[in-house]
Every structure is written in C-alpha cells, then in structure tokens.
C-alpha cells in the first residue's frame, strides 16, 4: 500500500490526457449557454435508451411479473455490474489508476463495467477526467452550477458535452487494444446478458419451476437490466448533482462544491464520500473516517488479499480528515 502526496490541483487524469487550461473541443463546438439543451449535440441513441428503458423499468410494477429469483439477480448485477464495473474499474482503477491488477483481470472488470449501460470506458474515463479538471468550472460536462436538472440527467444526453470531447481526455486507454475492442463493442455484454437471462429464466420456468417460462424470463430481464440500471443510473447521476449541493466537506482545500453524502454513499458502494475523494482523486480509498464505510475499497482491499490487485493508494497519514484542522 502507497501513500500519496497532496496536490490540490491535480486532476488525477493519466499523463497523457491534455494538460491545456482550456477544454478539448470536438469539431461541432456549442454556441448554446452552459446547462440548456443543444439540439446539434443530442444523443438520440442514448435518448431513446433511456426512454426505453425507464419504460422497460415501469413493468416491474405489474404484479405478474415479480420473482424472488428476479429480485436477488437485480442485486447480483448490481453489485457485478456498478460495484466492480463502475467504482471499482472505470472510476478507481481507469480514471485514477488508484490500485493496479493484471491485465487480464482489468479486461473482466470492463466487460461487467459495460453492462451497467453507461457507454465504454474511453467516454465515461475522459468525462470523469474532465469533471476533475474543471470540477464546477465553466467546462465541468456536469455540475450542479449550470443547473441540478442538468448535472443529474441532462449532460448525459448530449454527445459533446457543450463542445468538450471527452475521449480525447483519455488518449491513454486508446493506446490499449483490449479496450479499444471493449469499448467499440461497449452494447455487446448488455445484449448477450438480456439473452442469457431470458434464455435461462425461460428454462427455469418450464422445466424447474411451477411458473411459466415466459413469465419467469421476462421477470428476470425486467428486474436484473431494467429495473437494476434505471435505479443505479440515478445513484450515479445523484454523485453527479447532489454531491456537489448537500452534505458535508472533510476537506475545504478541495477547491470545489463536492460533499460526503451519507445517504448517497451507502447505495452508490462508497462513492458517496465525494469530497474525500475529490481532495484526494488517486486514493483507493474514499471513505476516510471510520464512520465513512466503502464497499468499493473494501471489494479491492479483498481482491488485494488474492493477488488480483495491488499498489493500492491512501492518503499519507497528515492528510487524514482527522489530522486537519481547517
């Protein structure tokens, strides 16, 4: 385990992400206020996801359409999908390099990144690498500053973000083929999932259980893609929005509005604890007081005991909440 020296500027983006004081712009710049719809810039492809899916969420109210067997695979692949996808790879280990692990284990920890439906991992490293550096400036792609509505939902339906291309803000991972491949090909771990669990529930339904096939398969695509990543977008996205409105600051060296959230830390696997981590972006760890529980540095503090991931990074002992005084 490493220990970190405190910059307070530092952006925790890879050597090679852009180093300029002004943003990467994409060649379709906004022209439009910060926080306000660009039409030129929609993403009718994420739109129409997110329509579908927010309808394909609503019939887990129909009653028929409930197993106990739906429910405990929602929170399988919740914890698959954005503990290990999301916290652990694309966010600690991608965007900060907070821990290492072998390459081939990186690789697994994407393909579950990718089912959590919030594009590959070139796109979703650079824009969080681009909220660090502008964290609720002018160019942040999502902050609370150009609107709660905005920073919550509205940024993630525009490509360019208002003109900044995020990719270019992680040029390091485009070095890599493996993730080139993942992140080309982000849409296909959803799909083949969607089919493995219609596939098997339909099985399960006709040749195990008393339930119908098609019943049971429908639940289990309902409950376990649907309903699981509509609940855990808006998990996300309140990081994104309410993490910088309410809460508590253990660092006011930030240089920013992020908070530690409670309530928000305990269903986001840690990520809750937003000031820790915007204080202190290379830290495995983000929880920091003992109060602050991480699910997420727990998951890597086990994976550590098995070998699969080490040189976790902690904040040096004089940058503990604890240690400070202002």
Not at 247 to 252: D, E
Not at 300 to 324: F, Y
């Amino acid at each position: 385990m490493s220990t970190l020296r405190h910059d307070p500027a530092a952006t925790a983006a890879a050597p090679s992400a852009p180093a300029a004081s002004k943003p990467a712009h994409s060649d379709h710049p906004s022209t439009v206020a910060k926080g306000k719809f660009n039409p030129r810039e929609l993403d009718w492809v994420v739109i129409v996801g997110l329509i579908f899916l927010h309808g394909a969420a609503a019939f887990a109210f129909i009653p028929s359409l409930f197993t106990w067997s739906g429910l405990v695979l929602a929170f399988v692949f919740a914890f698959i999908a954005t503990c290990l996808g999301m916290c652990v790879c694309y966010h600690r280990l991608l965007s900060h390099r907070s821990f290492r692990t072998p390459k081939w284990f990186e690789y697994v920890l994407v393909w579950c990144g990718c089912l959590a439906w919030q594009g590959g991992p070139v796109g979703w490293v650079g824009t969080h690498r681009l909220h660090h550096k502008h964290s609720d400036g002018d160019h942040d792609p999502h902050t609370p500053q150009h609107g709660f509505t905005w920073a919550h939902i509205t940024w993630f339906m525009h490509k360019y973000h208002h003109g900044v291309e995020r990719r270019q803000a992680a040029t390091d991972l485009l070095k890599d083929r493996g993730l080139r491949f993942l992140d080309t090909y982000a849409w296909l771990p959803l799909v083949v999932l969607i089919a493995a669990l219609f596939g098997a529930g339909y099985a399960w339904g006709t040749w195990v259980s008393d339930m119908n096939g098609l019943q049971v398969g429908l639940s289990w695509v309902v409950w376990a893609v649907a309903l699981r990543t509509v609940v855990f977008f808006h998990i996300t996205w309140f990081v994104n929005s309410a993490s910088h409105t309410w809460g508590y600051q253990n660092y006011k060296d930030s240089g920013d509005h992020s908070t530690n959230l409670w309530w928000l830390a305990l269903p986001s696997f840690g990520e809750g604890w937003h000031n820790n981590h915007h204080a202190n972006p290379r830290s495995a760890a983000h929880g920091l007081r003992w109060w602050e529980f991480d699910i997420t540095y727990t998951v890597i503090k086990m994976l550590s005991w098995v070998g699969l991931a080490s040189r976790l990074n902690v904040p040096p002992t004089e940058r503990r909440p604890w240690k400070k005084t202002a």
